[in-house]
């Protein structure tokens, strides 16, 4: 077993014999064994043990038990108490998945503190079936297929190679002390379920169902490959970013086949899950301003895109919808956008900027404090090069905006007078002419 040990972290290229690992050890067979390996390998490794005080003096003897093993290894041993059912409590999660989120946290604390290259956890290929099994359940498309990943960023699973049946053989040549996790028998947890009553029907039904289970799930990891290389021409293909979110044209969504595919693994990525992709899918192409929600992002199907933003924490928003109070004497604001104001008089040296980023004010028509705001309903103002007012909304048509577009919009005001769309136009009222003694040049600092 520990020529297929070194085999195996070669050749998935986990690890070099030069490296410090982290074995994650929680006392039982299977991290024992774990231990035992990269100690006959000749590694340099650390223990690191999770005591989640979830069995009482049980949770307590395996901590004293994973103490004694780093004892004899000489191997630096790291441990850690946690209040896991308080913790899954407080966050509304149950106690596995707390737990798991709490040890793996933890377990990246001390690999860059004290600078070990790898965290090591102990799953086997019986591991690997039972969570294909549980990604079945839960259908977590293609991604869930291929079961435990031997490597993923700094985690490496180097028992991978090895089922159940030879990690305890090996324990029992070797005569290694192992401690039982009492729970591991209860089938009220699903992984215990699938362990000992879905896949004990398989093996009856063919003995050789862990091996073709097995080699199934290393295809399907093969032909992930060239699923997500598809998926990642595409995404470069109809995907674009800029300031107002994250776009994705309909017509080109549309090309692709099957859609429903590729709209998936395109949007899950922003929280959206698959009944929702299939309504905005399904939605009418006529829906233009239709908004969806995941838990992290809100979609708007405008005409002719999908436009993504992340939801706004609400700090982000009272800010985004504040009204700030401009100072006469004020020269510059940061916050929530980047402006400048300069006072000048006109004469043979003064020139009209005319970029969309700078606005030339007539000074004596202005009364402060200006006013920076948002747009609302009812808005209007004389477009620069026009006497007839128009409504804001009207403008914005007339634009093609977006609705993320129209969002972003800042007005410059006095009173209740717009002065300048901020980076679009300024109001004709306002404008420079030959009467005009003193400017105000209000420049946007993107």
């Known amino acids: 077993m520990l020529k297929e040990f070194k085999s195996f972290i070669a050749s998935e290229k986990l690890s070099g014999t030069e490296n410090k690992i982290l074995l994650a050890i929680s006392g039982g067979i299977d991290?024992?064994?774990?231990?035992?390996?990269?100690?006959?390998?000749?590694?340099?490794?650390?223990?690191?043990?999770?005591?989640?005080?979830?069995?009482?003096?049980?949770?307590d003897a395996d901590e004293a038990f994973v103490e004694q093993l780093a004892k004899k290894y000489k191997a630096p041993f790291f441990c850690k108490r946690f209040l896991t059912a308080k913790d899954a409590n407080k966050?509304?999660?149950?106690?596995q998945m707390a737990a798991r989120e709490l040890r793996y946290k933890w377990f990246e604390e001390i690999r860059i503190k004290e600078k070990y290259s790898s965290i090591a956890t102990a799953h086997h290929l019986d591991d690997q079936m039972e969570t294909f099994f549980i990604n079945l359940l839960r259908s977590t498309g293609i991604a869930g297929f291929h079961g435990i990943l031997p490597k993923q960023g700094n985690l490496i699973r180097p028992l991978l190679f090895s089922y159940r049946v030879n990690i305890e053989?090996?324990?029992?040549?070797?005569?290694?002390?192992?401690?039982?996790?009492s729970s591991?028998?209860?089938?009220?947890?699903?992984?215990?379920?699938?362990?000992?009553?879905?896949?004990?029907?398989?093996?009856e039904l063919n003995p050789a169902f862990q091996q073709i289970l097995s080699e199934t799930i290393q295809r399907m990891r093969e032909t992930e490959v060239i699923f997500r290389n598809s998926i990642e021409e595409a995404r470069k293909k109809i995907i674009r970013n800029d300031k107002t979110g994250t776009h994705i044209r309909i017509g080109d969504l549309k090309q692709l086949t099957p859609i429903d595919i590729y709209a998936f693994e395109l949007l899950s990525p922003f929280g959206f899950h698959e009944a929702v992709i299939r309504d905005i899918l399904h939605s009418p192409d006529d829906a233009s301003g239709k908004i969806f929600y995941s838990s992290t992002h809100r979609l708007i199907k405008d005409r002719e895109e999908l436009i993504l933003n992340p939801l706004t924490s609400k700090k982000e928003s009272r800010l985004k919808n504040a009204e700030i109070s401009i100072p006469e004497n004020k020269k510059e604001i940061r916050k929530p956008i980047h402006l400048s104001f300069i006072k000048t008089t006109t004469g043979k040296k003064f020139s009209i900027d005319s970029s969309k980023e700078v606005a030339n004010l007539d000074l004596r028509k202005?009364?402060?404090?200006?006013?920076?705001?948002?747009?609302?309903?009812?808005?209007?103002?004389?477009p620069f090069g026009m006497n007839k007012k128009k409504k804001l909304s009207d403008y914005f048509i007339d634009r093609k905006l977006s609705i993320p577009e129209k969002e972003n919009i800042w007005l410059l005001c006095s009173g209740l007078h717009i002065l300048w769309i901020v980076g679009?136009?300024?109001?004709?009222?306002?404008?420079?002419?030959?009467h005009t003694k003193e400017v105000l040049q209000v420049r946007w600092l993107k």
Do not use: Q
């Not at 200006?370 to 609302?376: A, D, N, V």
């Open 366 to 382: 202005i009364m402060f404090p200006l006013i920076l705001r948002r747009w609302k309903k009812g808005d209007s103002f004389y």
């Open 31 to 59: 991290s024992v064994v774990m231990s035992e390996l990269f100690h006959r390998a000749g590694y340099s490794f650390g223990i690191a043990h999770c005591n989640f005080g979830l069995r009482g003096m049980e949770s």
């Open 169 to 181: 053989a090996f324990a029992r040549k070797y005569k290694l002390a192992f401690r039982e996790d």
């Open 184 to 203: 591991n028998a209860e089938i009220k947890y699903l992984r215990n379920k699938i362990r000992h009553e879905i896949i004990p029907i398989f093996r």
């Open 91 to 95: 966050k509304g999660i149950s106690i």
């Open 424 to 434: 679009h136009r300024i109001d004709h009222c306002f404008r420079v002419t030959s």
